[in-house]
């Protein structure tokens, strides 16, 4: 049942039985622990989830481990642990906060959820979903914990059956955003595009372009900065204050690489003249992912990943194609007066579309209609290196890569 959650989050999660040594595992976020199944209450003692917690990780708590742990309170739990029944029914939920992170774009529907219990909400935690059989049957309830994050949700389907609630897109939105709450990596919504003013380098990574710097990826772990033509084709990874970690002989002419989800991995490839996008599936290891079919991709077009209408995507001339994750085009998007350089695109963490324009060192961004949102100046850039990463827009300047924090 873990490995179902890593396949559907991207995310690194301990084993359920394993040893307590493994509650320092991460995720590209931060440190993070998982308590899902029956077998859970064997993963860690309690009071080791509790430290983990206090000291900046994260517990997501189902009713299994919360129910099975009523003589031994989870202090990081944001509900206690005794109960006063449960019931069995259909999905009756109100979203009692829907400002709330974890509640962003959820929608239930009327799937049966298995059982429901009545937990008492702890002094200081949040409420954001209530079960409408009982006034007092907390759903869904978060706080911080020292440093960390405990997070509970009343579903029985998340503790016995990942399956049935994983084809469910409420079920799915819901513990993607708890995951990335309790991760504390921000849960992914739209924001504000709006661009203006003069921005300097703030980070540098050192490598040389053999014969062309191509685009920049992070994967929460490691910036990838490529390059392509007919020299030697690298992938470079550095650290996040810019430090080499290591250079990879990759067999491919690459155009782009890049990430789905903001600083998750796994990274992407794009190669000269190809269809075929690449996922990394070990270590700076890539092999067939997917193709795009239909629609414009050039020989040169450097790829994206639009993560808010889950889009591949490129650029052509102010027109972006896109094609969804089975590799079907999803149709076209004018950029109104546009103007730069041709075949470059990105997407940033407010989920708004940038382009560039290396003869002006412009950035401009445009919003999800493709309506313009903004422009600001960049010091410097080369033709075929934009891109965005960990908050940043990126491009070539010589002798490496220079990022830039435009704040969208």
Request: hydrophobic letters at 30%.
């Amino acid at each position: 049942m873990v490995s179902q959650v890593e396949e559907a989050l991207d995310v690194s999660i301990p084993s359920s039985t394993s040893s307590s040594t493994t509650c320092t595992s991460t995720t590209t976020c931060s440190r993070f622990f998982f308590c899902l199944s029956t077998a859970a209450r064997g993963c860690c003692s309690y009071s080791d989830v509790d430290t983990w917690v206090d000291e900046g990780g994260g517990v997501i708590g189902t009713p299994h481990i919360v129910n099975n742990g009523y003589s031994s309170d989870i202090a990081a739990m944001p509900v206690d642990t005794g109960r006063h029944g449960s019931t069995n029914a259909t999905t009756d939920v109100t979203i009692t906060d829907p400002s709330h992170a974890i509640t962003l774009g959820v929608a239930f529907g009327a799937e049966s959820s298995g059982r429901e219990y009545a937990h008492d909400l702890k002094d200081g935690a949040t409420q954001f979903l209530q079960h409408n059989q009982h006034d007092d049957s907390v759903a869904g309830a978060a706080w911080d914990y020292g440093s960390g994050r405990g997070v509970y949700l009343d579903f029985q389907y998340y503790t016995n059956d990942f399956d049935t609630v994983n084809d469910l897109e409420w079920g799915q939105t819901l513990m993607e955003n708890a995951v990335r709450y309790a991760a504390n990596c921000g849960v992914l919504a739209p924001g504000d595009c709006t661009l203006s003013g003069d921005y300097e380098s703030v980070i540098h990574l050192e490598g040389a372009a053999d014969p062309t710097a191509m685009t920049v990826a992070w994967d929460g772990f490691y910036y990838y900065a490529n390059n392509g033509g007919f020299g030697s084709n690298n992938i470079y990874r550095y650290l996040e204050d810019g430090t080499l970690v290591d250079t990879t002989d990759a067999p491919f002419d690459m155009r782009s690489v890049f990430t789905k989800l903001p600083g998750t991995g796994p990274t992407y490839l794009r190669n000269y003249n190809s269809r075929d996008i690449q996922v990394e599936t070990d270590d700076v290891t890539y092999s067939f992912d997917i193709s795009l079919d239909g629609g414009t991709l050039g020989a040169q077009n450097r790829v994206a990943y639009d993560w808010v209408n889950g889009w591949f995507i490129t650029q052509n001339s102010g027109t972006m194609e896109a094609w969804d994750d089975e590799g079907n085009h999803a149709g076209t998007l004018d950029f109104p007066d546009w103007s730069g350089l041709n075949e470059t695109i990105a997407f940033s963490n407010n989920g708004c579309y940038l382009t560039f324009d290396s003869g002006s060192d412009t950035v401009y961004s445009w919003n999800l209609d493709g309506s313009a949102a903004g422009s600001a100046t960049i010091t410097t850039g080369d033709t075929y290196s934009f891109s965005y990463a960990n908050g940043m827009v990126f491009a070539y300047n010589g002798s490496g890569w220079d990022g830039f924090e435009i704040g969208i």
